[in-house]
């Protein structure tokens, strides 16, 4: 039971380093990384089950704390980003000076 959830968080990590590769749309590398996120948390609950521990829970709280604040931070940034050069391709944009 534990190697369907192991399997399925390797796809969903694979989906989202692909996606972080692939993609020049600062969105989309935003949502790709917190695929990956959501990913280790679904393994980090599966090996807690597995193993009958709480620290992967505890560790999957931890992780949901730091992808909420990546999500505020992450777009605060894209958002400055495009209200100042009107675009959030990674081609169009090669430093954050102002």
């Known amino acids: 039971m534990t190697t369907h959830y192991l399997i399925l968080g390797a ?14 749309n600062l969105l989309v590398i935003l ?16 090996y807690s089950r597995h193993v009958g521990n709480l620290d992967g829970q505890v ?8 992808a909420a604040a990546e999500v505020a931070v992450g777009l605060s940034i894209v958002i400055a ?16 000076q102002g």
């Open 11 to 24: 796809a969903l990590f694979a989906i989202g380093m692909y996606g972080m590769i692939a993609r020049r």
């Open 31 to 46: 949502m790709s990384v917190e695929l990956m996120l959501n990913a280790v948390n679904l393994t980090l609950a599966a």
């Open 59 to 66: 560790f999957f709280l931890i992780v949901m704390a730091v």
């Open 81 to 96: 980003l495009f209200r100042g050069r009107r675009t959030v391709d990674t081609a169009d944009v090669n430093s954050l």
